[in-house]
C-alpha cells in the first residue's frame, strides 16, 4: 500500500484542495470543458449502432481477463520475455521505485522522459526521481504544464484542463522565460521546442500501458501528441509502467478495445498514434514493470472484481456532476472522479479512503457511458456498506455514537418529540453562537451557508390542529 | 519468497475462489460489407482529410515519384530520410539526389531530428478511420515516424481494408510472431493536442504534416 500522502482525512475532505465546493466559479474552464467533452464523445458514440453491444463485449473480455490474471500475467511474461524484455514485479509503489532507480543506476541515467502513465503518479515516480538527482521531465502536453506549477494531474485523459490558455501564458513565461501569449498554437509550440531537445538527450523514457496482450507479449500505448511513440523510441533505455489489470488474454481482443477506447476517452474514432510494441526494439533496452499496489485487495471482495475493468477513459469524470464542480483534486489521489471513489477505497484501504463512495449523487451517469460498462452506482453503494461495517473513518467512534444516539431518539415517539423540541430551541441558538466557535466538521459546512429557516410549524403540531379535516373527508 | 510469487499467489488464491468464466468470442465489431477499392479509397481519403491529413492519389508508381519530387519542392524539404524498402526507394527514385537520405542503422535521434521530412511505407490502410499501419522493426524506423516535422507515407490501394476486424487477421498473425521486432504503429493524422482548453492543435511532437501517397 502507498505511504504517500493522501488528502483524505475528515473536514479536509472539503477544504483548501476543494475549492469548487463552496467557490462554484473556481475551476473556471473545467466544468464547463468536461461537460463540452461528455457531449462530444456521446455524440460519437451514439453514432454507432453497435456500441452497446461493444460495451457488452468488452465487459465479458475484462471479466475473463480478471477471472484469469494469474495466467495471463505468467503468460504476457513468457511471450514478453522471449522478445527480449525483462520484467519485474512491484508489490507496491516502493518497490516499483526501487526498480526503476536500480535500473537508472545500471545504465547511467541523468535524465529521463516520461509519457502519461496514471501507474507513475500512483508511485510519486517524478519525486522519487528528482530526490536522487535525476531529471524526470512529463511530455504529455497537459501532463507537462501540470508538472511545472507543481500540481496534480485534474484530469486523467487531460491533466490540466482547468487551467486556461492565459494561465499556461503566464506559467510559460514564469517557468520557461518565453514571452506571454495566450495563442494556442504558440503556446504548444513552445512546448514543442522545450521537449524537444529532452527526448533528444534523454537517457531513459517511461511510459505506461493501455493493453498487454498476454497470448503474443504485446504493449499497447494509445496517444495523440506523438510524445509516447518519442518517449519510447528515442533514448536507449525504455521502461513500462503496467498496472497488473492492464492484461487482455488475446491479440484478438484488441480491434473491440480500439475502437471503444478512443471513442470514450476523447471522441476519436482511433487516435493520431496506436502503438504495438513488440518486445525490445533491436538496439535498445526494455524494462517492465508489473505493479500490484493494491489491486490485488480487490479481488479479495468478488462483489467488487468489475472495479479492475477500467480502461482509464475518463468518461464517466466528464459526465459526473460532482467532479465536474469539485474537480480532480477533491478526490485526494491520483484517480478522480466516480472511478476513483471505487478505486481509492480499494487500492489505498477503506480506513484511508473510505469517505470517498460517499461523494456521489448516484445519478447513474457514469455507469450509462462506461465502455467496459462497470456498474459503477452499485459498487459504490457496495463500498459505502463496506465503509459503514468495516473500519474505515466511516466508522469511527464519533460516527457510530452519533447514530447510536439518533437512532435511540428516532426509536420512540416520545423521544422523537423530546428530540423536536430541543431542535426548535436549538436551532435560533445556534445562529448567535459565532462561526468561528462552530465545530471543525460543522464550520467547514456552515462556513459558505446559512441554515435554513424552518417554515410554519412542525408536521406533528400542524396535523394534530388539521387531522379533524382530513379525516372526515376520508371516511365519506 | 520473490514478489512475482507473492504476487501470484495472492492472486491464484483469490481466483480460485471466483466464478468460472468462459472466454467470450472475439467479437465482429464491425459487420463485412466487402466494399469496392474505389469506395474504400474515397472513404479514406475523406475520413484521413477530416483528421487533417493529406492524401495524394497517383495512379502509377511513376506518377507517384513524379508527386513526391513535387512535394518535396513546393515544400522547400532539403533533408528527406526514406525507409529502407523496395516500394520506398523507388518513390523516391525522382528526389533530388542530395536531399535523400537512405536509412542508416547508425543515425542518432538527433540527425533524424534534422530532417525536413521522412518517407515511409505503409502495411495496410484502414477506410473507416483514414489510418495507415506502418512496420518499424528498428529504433531509426520508429523514430522517422516521429521525429521530422513532416511525414509521408506510401501505400497502395491494393493495401486498403474497409475497417481494423477486417484488417486484422494479417496483423495479428504478424503481431504474434516472436521473431517481429520494434513496433506496428497506426498512424491516423498528424501529431495532435487538446491539452489546453480543448482546443485542437496540430503537430505538438510529432510531425505536423501527414501526407498519404497513395497508388493505385
Request: glycine letters at 6%; a neutral charge; hydrophobic letters at 40%.
Amino acid at each position: 500500500m502507498s505511504t504517500h500522502p493522501v488528502h483524505l482525512g475528515g473536514a479536509k475532505f472539503i477544504k483548501p484542495w476543494t475549492k469548487g465546493l463552496g467557490e462554484p466559479d473556481s475551476p473556471k474552464s473545467l466544468g464547463a470543458t468536461a461537460e463540452r467533452s461528455a457531449k462530444h464523445n456521446r455524440s460519437v458514440t451514439d453514432a454507432v449502432p453497435y456500441f452497446q453491444d461493444w460495451r457488452e463485449s468488452a465487459h465479458q473480455v475484462k471479466t475473463f481477463a480478471v477471472a484469469n490474471l494469474d495466467k495471463l500475467l505468467v503468460e504476457f511474461e513468457q511471450k514478453i520475455t522471449a522478445r527480449g524484455a525483462t520484467v519485474l514485479w512491484a508489490k507496491d509503489a516502493a518497490e516499483a521505485n526501487q526498480h526503476v532507480l536500480d535500473i537508472a543506476r545500471r545504465h547511467h541515467v541523468k535524465s529521463v522522459v516520461k509519457s502519461k502513465s496514471m501507474v507513475s503518479e500512483e508511485m510519486e515516480l517524478n519525486h522519487v526521481l528528482e530526490s536522487e538527482g535525476i531529471r524526470a521531465v512529463e511530455t504529455d502536453l497537459g501532463e507537462y504544464i501540470v508538472q511545472l506549477t507543481g500540481q496534480r494531474p485534474v484530469h486523467i485523459v487531460t491533466p490540466a484542463i482547468h487551467m486556461s490558455a492565459a494561465d499556461v501564458g503566464h506559467l510559460f513565461h514564469e517557468k520557461l522565460d518565453e514571452p506571454f501569449t495566450e495563442e494556442h498554437t504558440k503556446l504548444t509550440d513552445i512546448a514543442r521546442r522545450h521537449l524537444r531537445e529532452e527526448y533528444l538527450k534523454a537517457d531513459m523514457g517511461i511510459s505506461g500501458c493501455n493493453f498487454a496482450l498476454a497470448d503474443t507479449g504485446t504493449m499497447v500505448v494509445i496517444e495523440n501528441e506523438g510524445n509516447a511513440g518519442l518517449s519510447t523510441a528515442t533514448p536507449p533505455v525504455h521502461v513500462a509502467l503496467i498496472g497488473i489489470e492492464k492484461m487482455l488474454p488475446s491479440v484478438d481482443y484488441l480491434p473491440l478495445m480500439l475502437n471503444l477506447l478512443p471513442r470514450s476517452g476523447t471522441g476519436q474514432k482511433l487516435t493520431s498514434y496506436t502503438h504495438l510494441i513488440h518486445g525490445a526494439t533491436p538496439g535498445r533496452k526494455l524494462y517492465v514493470i508489473l505493479l500490484d499496489n493494491g489491486r490485488s485487495n480487490v479481488l479479495k471482495d468478488p462483489a467488487a472484481w468489475s472495479a479492475l475493468h477500467c480502461l482509464r477513459c475518463g468518461a464517466c469524470l466528464n459526465n459526473c456532476p460532482v467532479y465536474r464542480r469539485a474537480g480532480g483534486w477533491a478526490y485526494g489521489w491520483v484517480y478522480p472522479g466516480p472511478i476513483g471513489s471505487i478505486l481509492t477505497p480499494h487500492l489505498l484501504g477503506l480506513k484511508t479512503a473510505g469517505k470517498l463512495p460517499f461523494a456521489s449523487s448516484l445519478c447513474g451517469m457514469c455507469a450509462e457511458v462506461c465502455p467496459a460498462k462497470i456498474d459503477i452506482p452499485h459498487q459504490l453503494i457496495h463500498l459505502r456498506d463496506r465503509a459503514a461495517n468495516e473500519p474505515s473513518s466511516m466508522n469511527s467512534l464519533f460516527q457510530r455514537t452519533i447514530w447510536t444516539v439518533w437512532a435511540w431518539f428516532m426509536a420512540g415517539p416520545l423521544r422523537y418529540r423530546l428530540a423536536a423540541f430541543g431542535m426548535q430551541l436549538g436551532m435560533p441558538l445556534i445562529k448567535l453562537v459565532p462561526r468561528s466557535l462552530h465545530p471543525s466538521m460543522l464550520g467547514a459546512w456552515t462556513r459558505g451557508r446559512e441554515l435554513p429557516k424552518a417554515t410554519g410549524p412542525a408536521f406533528r403540531t400542524w396535523w394534530r390542529r388539521n387531522h379533524d379535516r382530513y379525516e372526515s373527508k376520508t371516511k365519506n | 519468497m520473490s514478489s512475482r510469487d507473492t504476487i501470484l499467489q495472492r492472486l491464484h488464491r483469490e481466483l480460485s475462489e471466483g466464478p468460472y468464466v468462459a472466454r467470450p468470442p472475439a467479437p465482429e465489431v464491425w459487420p463485412r460489407e466487402n466494399p469496392a477499392p474505389a469506395a474504400m479509397a474515397e472513404r479514406f481519403q475523406n475520413e484521413l482529410t477530416a483528421v487533417h491529413g493529406e492524401v495524394i492519389r497517383c495512379a502509377t508508381i511513376e506518377d507517384a515519384q513524379a508527386r513526391l519530387a513535387q512535394l518535396a519542392a513546393e515544400a522547400g524539404w532539403t533533408s528527406l530520410g526514406v525507409m529502407d524498402r523496395p516500394t520506398v526507394r523507388n518513390a523516391a527514385a525522382r528526389l533530388p539526389e542530395d536531399a535523400v537520405r537512405p536509412a542508416n542503422d547508425d543515425w542518432e535521434p538527433r540527425t533524424i531530428a534534422g530532417f525536413s521530412a521522412s518517407v515511409v511505407e505503409a502495411e495496410a490502410l484502414l477506410a473507416d478511420t483514414g489510418s495507415c499501419m506502418i512496420a518499424c522493426p528498428t529504433p531509426q524506423d520508429r523514430l522517422l515516424c516521429y521525429l521530422p516535422p513532416a511525414c509521408v507515407v506510401i501505400a497502395r490501394l491494393s493495401q486498403l481494408a474497409e475497417h481494423l476486424p477486417a484488417a486484422w487477421s494479417n496483423i495479428s498473425a504478424r503481431v504474434a510472431d516472436p521473431d517481429v521486432r520494434g513496433e506496428f504503429v497506426l498512424v491516423t493524422g498528424p501529431s495532435r493536442t487538446a491539452d489546453i482548453e480543448k482546443i485542437l492543435i496540430l503537430g505538438v511532437h510529432g510531425p505536423k504534416r501527414l501526407v498519404v501517397i497513395l497508388i493505385g
